[in-house]
């Protein structure tokens, strides 16, 4: 009983990514270590692990459904007693996605931690041994059980609610969108998978021909990936009526990273407008996270006011 206590039991999922690449004789890096290869490469922690090699994937390739899978497994680690912490071993690309997810689907009395590499496990400067330690740790604290899903990553501890790759190339590659304190979150367990949510980006000049493919595609919902704080144009604006009127959710968010969105600019294409139209603004959500919650929140049928309060950062 004292041996566990000293050392817990983290179980590390194992999902592919840079973490577990390996660059071939062709020059291209692929997902080709198991979840006992990457412990292998862990500098001493004082903590049992359990691997679980749940796929082998680069992020970018990632389905719903595939995270939707991440998720249900983090949610049998939780249900475990043994398991006194998870850590989710991912691809940069859409780490934010997954850890949304998950933290929308589960409330955790344990901590949930992801991080994965910039660069590959071969690369002079590997830094995924250090991330996985360092995730290890945070996931064997039981005081970061009650702050939601965490992103550890190039010494940086984030909450997984606004935060957002913002390097390609360097170790210490996630920030959040704004610093907002602690956010209750809805708790949305409704599987995702089949949910279509498409994103459209928005710039100087554009016409609505990408949303009008989004709904002949039958989508369930769309994200713009706006200018500045939310802002379109006039022909943007027509088209999130017809949204509106069809019963398809529009929600407004930004190609900027940082700072709070507000439906504040008018000029008949302003985010004013498209509030008027029928649209919400993401406070927080930059367009990859607000796409996995609008996702989940569709999957709850969720009706307009709960989604137009869950953008708001449920304040």
């Known amino acids: 009983m004292n041996a566990q206590k000293i050392s817990p039991l983290v179980a590390v999922i194992a999902t592919g990514g840079t973490i577990a690449s390996k660059r071939g004789a062709d020059g291209a890096s692929t997902p080709s270590l198991r979840g006992e290869d990457l412990l292998a490469l862990v500098p001493q922690v004082n903590a049992r692990l359990q691997p679980i090699d749940l796929m082998s994937k680069d992020s970018a390739s990632l389905t719903l459904a595939d995270m939707q899978r991440v998720s249900d497994i983090v949610r049998q680690q939780l249900d475990d007693p043994a398991i006194a912490g998870v850590v989710v071993l991912h691809g940069t690309d859409a780490m934010e996605e997954t850890a949304l997810l998950v933290h929308l689907q589960h409330a955790t009395d344990k901590p949930v931690v992801f991080t994965g590499a910039q660069f590959t496990a071969d690369h002079p400067h590997a830094d995924g041994p250090a991330n996985l330690a360092l995730a290890i740790e945070t996931a064997m604290d039981q005081d970061n059980a009650d702050r939601g899903v965490l992103v550890s990553f190039g010494g940086r501890l984030l909450p997984a609610w606004g935060v957002y790759k913002r390097s390609t190339d360097e170790p210490d590659a996630f920030r959040s969108a704004r610093s907002i304190g602690h956010v209750e979150s809805p708790r949305l367990s409704t599987p995702v998978a089949g949910v279509r949510v498409d994103i459209v980006a928005i710039y100087p000049g554009c016409d609505a021909t990408h949303i009008r493919a989004s709904l002949d595609a039958g989508t369930d919902g769309i994200v713009l ?91």
Do not use: K, W
């Open 225 to 315: 990936a706006a200018l500045g704080s939310g802002n379109a144009n006039p022909g943007i604006i027509e088209a999130v009526r017809r949204c509106t009127d069809t019963g398809v959710p529009v929600i407004v968010s930004s190609r900027v990273p940082d700072g709070r969105l507000v439906a504040s600019y008018g000029g008949g294409g302003g985010g004013h407008d498209l509030a008027a139209a029928g649209a919400v603004h993401a406070h927080t959500l930059r367009p990859s996270q607000a796409r996995i919650l609008l996702a989940a929140l569709i999957a709850a049928r969720s009706p307009a006011e709960r989604i137009s309060q869950a953008f708001s950062d449920c304040r």
